[in-house]
């Protein structure tokens, strides 16, 4: 089985970045929709730098963390944390590996996970522009103006995946994608600030004023 601290983990990974989960044809997303995430599309590799406020119902204070999430190409993923403390987490060839400074790698096969691996395919479909590809695993909606302000909501279509995260949204001004945010099932939420944003982070970070960072004017 795989532990809650390392599920979060993962799911951090995953996010910040950009196959099928559904047998049944979905609906397509909105020609605007389809548009702006071609335009987010990038090459490999892709580096950003972020900066994550994790907020748990177990904790008085959101957990906060620091670094570069990077995607090399395919399925590739790895997210760098700097601060408070270094660790690498990265995702190649179906195997997760996590790296502490002083402790010894941990390798396990992304099978034992396979909603995890539907959520990678599905942010690799993200990064590179493919919203068909996307729109397999989430249902797509956007609001506001794609050459201004603008979010997308990904709601997971497969039930394994909802039972884990029940939306994905991304919030960004133009090409730019600025902030993430992640609505787990069991009412926790990640929020992770993007590129240049990422140093805005405040030292005590509340819902409230991440939320104005994101949705404020570049």
Known sequence: MISGKTRLLLLSLLLPLWSS????EPA????????LIAALGQPAPAHTAFAEARFLQVLDRPLVVSGELSWLGDNQLQRRVDKPQQETATIANG?????R????????????APQLQVLLDSFVA????DAGRLQQAFEIRQAGDAAAAWTL?????DVKVAKTVASITIDGYARESRCMHMQ??????????????ATKMP?????EALQALCQGTP
């Open 21 to 24: 989960a559904s047998a049944s």
């Open 28 to 35: 397509a997303a909105s020609s605007s929709a389809q548009a």
């Open 95 to 99: 195997e997760v590996t996590q790296q």
């Open 101 to 112: 400074a002083g402790k010894s790698p941990r390798h396990f096969s992304l099978e034992r």
């Open 126 to 129: 993200l990064l590179s522009g």
């Open 153 to 157: 909501t990904l709601v997971p279509r």
């Open 184 to 197: 787990e099932a069991d009412g926790d939420l990640a929020i992770d600030l993007l590129g240049s944003l």
């Open 203 to 207: 030292g005590q970070p509340t819902r």
